[in-house]
């Protein structure tokens, strides 16, 4: 059934450049600064993110930036001067200001554009959670939905989009105020690996901590087999920092209880990767509550 309307996402959402082409999903990019040189975003150099996570590796220290308002705007007004109503999935608030960049582009195109519906969604999701809800939005809308009727169903789904993942290195969240410079050191020198996840209102939240790497890799599981509400056809949705046995490791360990689903795997992108380093392993799925 033909879509009434067309879905906008940014790339926080950690999808792969083909599933933008294939669901028809237009992408607005995030960009960084690495080294003295500006990546991605509108007019940003292209880093290839084996490239990246080498550079991050080695002891670059990379710094993102929002989606502008104007950039948002020039994304945006191509579509509605056409005559298309927009639906915009955006990068949760508790993380970044774009989301609050689309409302102010949204207001100052729906006042020249009064006869089309510009609806922002704050997901208060990341990385391939984002990702995760955007690809519900999509299903939805091939239904033959309502901008409207997607827009609320996506409402009342996202605080059901679980992101539970584990980190490598502490010197990445230290870094971003999400734990103490003790912790971070005591930490590495003992090999405890958090595992965090993303609450309601869209904030990294440290939920636990375990002995080791594989250790941290079950607790991502045990906590999906306590929260998951998978229907047959739901899929789950791994990203990770640059660390492909750790996540057949993890895929291993779904196989025994979700090896029904459709399993779903992209490196995290160079935006999210700044902030949560190399190593990064992570696992999104619908469930009873974050």
Do not use: W
């Not at 298309?84 to 774009?98: M, R």
């Not at 020249?112 to 984002?130: F, M, N, Q, T, W």
């Not at 939005?137 to 939905?145: E, H, L, Q, S």
């Not at 971070?184 to 002995?211: F, N, R």
């Amino acid at each position: 059934m033909q879509r009434k309307f067309v879905i906008l996402t940014d790339t926080a959402s950690d999808l792969p450049e083909e599933y933008y082409t294939e669901h028809d999903v237009t992408a607005i990019r995030l960009g960084f600064n690495m080294d003295g040189v500006l990546y991605e975003g509108e007019d940003g150099a292209s880093l290839d993110v084996k490239e990246f996570y080498a550079r991050l590796r080695g002891g670059s220290m990379p710094t993102t930036f929002q989606v502008s308002p104007e950039q948002a705007k020039r994304k945006i007004e191509p579509i509605v001067r056409e005559g298309n109503d927009a639906l915009i999935v955006a990068f949760s608030s508790g993380l970044s200001g774009t989301y609050n960049s689309y409302v102010v582009a949204a207001r100052e195109l729906s006042a020249r554009y009064p006869e089309r519906k510009i609806l922002v969604l704050d997901s208060l999701c990341a990385s391939l959670g984002e990702g995760l809800l955007v690809d519900y939005v999509v299903r939805k809308a091939d239904t033959g939905a309502t901008i409207e009727e997607t827009y609320r169903y996506a409402e009342g789904l996202k605080l059901h989009i679980c992101h539970y993942f584990t980190v490598d290195n502490l010197f990445h969240l230290k870094r971003g105020g999400r734990v103490s410079a003790t912790t971070a050191v005591i930490g590495t020198m003992l090999k405890i690996k958090p595992v965090l996840h993303v609450a309601d209102a869209g904030h990294l939240i440290a939920i636990g901590k375990a002995m080791g790497r594989r250790k941290s890799i079950s607790a991502l599981v045990e906590h999906m087999k306590e929260l998951q509400i998978l229907d047959r056809d739901d899929p789950i949705f791994i990203s990770h920092g640059d660390c492909e046995e750790d996540v057949e490791y993890l895929i291993s360990l779904l196989k025994n209880d979700f090896a029904d689903h459709k399993i779903y795997v992209n490196q995290i992108g160079s935006v999210i990767g700044t902030h949560s380093g190399a190593g990064t392993l992570a696992v999104f799925f619908r469930g009873k509550k974050r």
